[in-house]
């Protein structure tokens, strides 16, 4: 499982937002007070030695994108807490979120309905 700290998410959900970005379109994205430019330039190096960026030379500087996109990344990062915290059981997993969010009738109902349409 690939573990991101909290501004590594942070840049991540804005490359899946933009697509492809260079460093300066990460640090315009982020919110006040904005962090350095080497700052965000370190933490994208570490994305993409962490195998979640991907880096294009254009002209004389490195354009980012994701490795996979969003879906394909929760997929992944879902599919190993599955395994490693719930055995690999999918009702498990579901059951444990349904006790700990205390669902109400209607979500159960919900619930129950999504997982019948399938």
């Known amino acids: 499982?690939?573990?991101?700290?909290?501004?590594?998410d942070q840049i991540m959900q804005i490359v899946w937002k933009l697509k492809n970005a260079f460093i300066r379109d990460i640090v315009e994205a982020l919110p006040e007070p904005k962090p350095h430019?080497?700052?965000v330039a370190t933490l994208v190096k570490i994305l993409v030695k962490k195998g979640v960026l991907k880096s294009e030379l254009i002209g004389n500087t490195h354009q980012y994108s994701p490795v996979d996109d969003f879906d394909a990344y929760r997929e992944k990062q879902i599919g190993?807490?599955?395994?490693?915290?719930?055995e690999n059981s999918f009702p498990k997993l579901v059951a444990h979120f349904a006790?700990?969010?205390?669902?109400?009738d209607d979500e159960r109902a919900e619930l129950i309905?999504?997982?019948?349409s399938k």
């Open 80 to 86: 190993d807490i599955k395994e490693k915290f719930f």
């Open 37 to 39: 430019y080497n700052t």
């Open 1 to 8: 499982m690939i573990e991101l700290t909290k501004r590594e």
């Open 113 to 116: 309905k999504i997982i019948n």
């Open 99 to 104: 006790k700990k969010e205390k669902l109400t």
